[in-house]
């Protein structure tokens, strides 16, 4: 079976890095053709830099990682440093990084790579707003049919929103972004809050991160015990989510994730529920499925897969 082709569209964050961590160890399911920065959790030059902290711990200077929108297409921009620290990689002291941002923008990255690369052999994996993704689908209409599949993290239903009642962040902060996304007809796979609440960072988990010894699994075990304050002290969860892993832990073992193809529509209009994704579960209206909406996971198996994968490096 060959490797997945994918660009990794993020906004670290911790679970961001994780996410990118474990693609980076598993080269026989995943070839990361390029790493495309956007503003999210914290400010694009944070993102950018993020993003490039992590190849080189990863010891991946070679993947390139680009900059792209520094705000959402129409909203100002809303951002998480509650969530993930100042700089959004709070926890492990990891040095500034030394390899070079790719001087191209990472929205032109998305279109050459789509128009360069056959049709239908690239993936887009969104961990962070969908302003990228959305830009390049409204510059270049021709690449839409281009496109694999999109995996991505962002929405919720049964488990409502986390950064207003109704909307989950990543929707939240660029939702008409999502919009184009989610009506772009393209087939797309959805990490909702409604799964990744599932994979939480357990104390033996973290553990089991730390007792991986390597810069790789101490750093993670850091980077979870930083970004779990927030989610324990709101929900009273046992851990920090793995939110954006959910999507490469996907592409590895499918398997491990259960979820019904639905309709969703994000909120555009009203500010009282901005951002929501209003998901069909029940199949209540007329509206086509556009996704697979996944909402259960093997956590234990889930955090087998990554805490092998994370020890390779
Ligand atoms: O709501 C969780 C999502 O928002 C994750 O992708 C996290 O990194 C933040 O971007
Ligand atoms: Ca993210």
Same mark, same amino acid.
């Given at each position: 079976?060959?490797? !997945?082709?994918?660009?990794?569209?993020?906004?670290?964050?911790?679970?961001?890095?994780?996410?990118?961590?474990? /693609?980076?160890?598993?080269?026989?399911?995943?070839?990361?053709?390029?790493?495309?920065?956007?503003?999210?959790?914290?400010?694009?030059?944070? $993102?950018?830099?993020?993003?490039?902290?992590?190849?080189?711990?990863?010891?991946?200077?070679?993947?390139?990682?680009?900059?792209?929108?520094?705000?959402?297409?129409?909203?100002?921009?809303?951002?998480?440093?509650?969530?993930?620290?100042? !700089?959004?990689?709070?926890?492990?002291?990891?040095?500034?990084?030394?390899?070079?941002?790719?001087?191209?923008?990472?929205?032109?990255?998305?279109?050459?790579?789509?128009?360069?690369?056959?049709?239908? $052999?690239?993936?887009?994996?969104?961990?962070?707003?969908?302003?990228?993704?959305?830009?390049?689908?409204?510059?270049?209409?021709?690449?839409?049919?281009?496109?694999? *599949?999109?995996?991505?993290?962002?929405?919720?239903?049964?488990?409502?929103? =986390?950064?207003?009642?109704?909307?989950?962040?990543?929707?939240?902060?660029?939702?008409?972004?999502?919009?184009?996304?989610?009506?772009?007809?393209?087939?797309?796979?959805?990490?909702?809050?409604?799964?990744?609440? #599932?994979?939480?960072? $357990?104390?033996?988990?973290?553990?089991?991160?730390?007792?991986?010894?390597?810069?790789?699994?101490?750093?993670?075990?850091?980077?979870?015990?930083?970004?779990?304050?927030?989610? #324990?002290? #709101?929900?009273?969860?046992?851990?920090?989510?793995?939110?954006?892993?959910?999507? !490469? /832990?996907?592409?590895?073992?499918?398997?491990?994730?259960?979820?019904?193809?639905? =309709?969703?529509?994000?909120?555009?209009?009203?500010?009282?529920?901005?951002?929501?994704?209003?998901?069909?579960?029940?199949?209540?209206?007329?509206?086509?499925?556009? /996704?697979?909406?996944?909402?259960?996971?093997?956590?234990?198996?889930?955090?087998?897969?990554?805490?092998? *994968?994370?020890?390779?490096?």
């Amino acid at each position: 079976m060959p490797a !997945t082709r994918i660009i990794i569209d993020t906004d670290p964050g911790q679970d961001d890095a994780v996410a990118i961590l474990l /693609a980076l160890a598993s080269p026989e399911e995943i070839e990361v053709l390029g790493i495309t920065a956007v503003a999210g959790n914290v400010p694009l030059p944070l $993102t950018q830099r993020n993003a490039r902290i992590i190849c080189e711990l990863a010891g991946r200077r070679d993947v390139p990682v680009l900059a792209g929108c520094e705000a959402p297409m129409s909203r100002p921009l809303v951002t998480a440093e509650h969530v993930h620290g100042r !700089t959004g990689l709070d926890g492990p002291d990891l040095p500034e990084p030394t390899m070079p941002l790719d001087d191209r923008h990472a929205v032109d990255f998305i279109i050459d790579t789509l128009r360069h690369e056959d049709a239908g $052999t690239v993936t887009l994996c969104p961990l962070g707003p969908l302003t990228n993704i959305a830009t390049a689908f409204e510059r270049a209409p021709d690449i839409v049919d281009r496109v694999a *599949r999109i995996v991505l993290m962002g929405g919720a239903y049964f488990e409502v929103g =986390n950064i207003t009642p109704a909307a989950e962040f990543n929707i939240y902060v660029d939702p008409q972004a999502a919009d184009i996304v989610f009506r772009s007809g393209i087939d797309i796979v959805v990490m909702p809050l409604d799964v990744t609440h #599932k994979a939480l960072v $357990t104390q033996a988990r973290n553990d089991a991160f730390r007792a991986i010894g390597t810069p790789v699994g101490v750093a993670v075990a850091q980077m979870t015990e930083f970004f779990e304050r927030y989610d #324990k002290e #709101k929900y009273g969860s046992e851990g920090a989510p793995l939110h954006d892993p959910c999507v !490469t /832990a996907w592409l590895i073992r499918p398997d491990l994730f259960t979820g019904r193809r639905v =309709n969703v529509t994000v909120e555009t209009e009203s500010e009282l529920t901005m951002g929501m994704t209003v998901a069909d579960w029940w199949g209540v209206t007329d509206r086509a499925p556009n /996704a697979l909406f996944i909402g259960d996971i093997d956590a234990d198996g889930f955090f087998a897969l990554l805490t092998e *994968r994370l020890a390779r490096l």
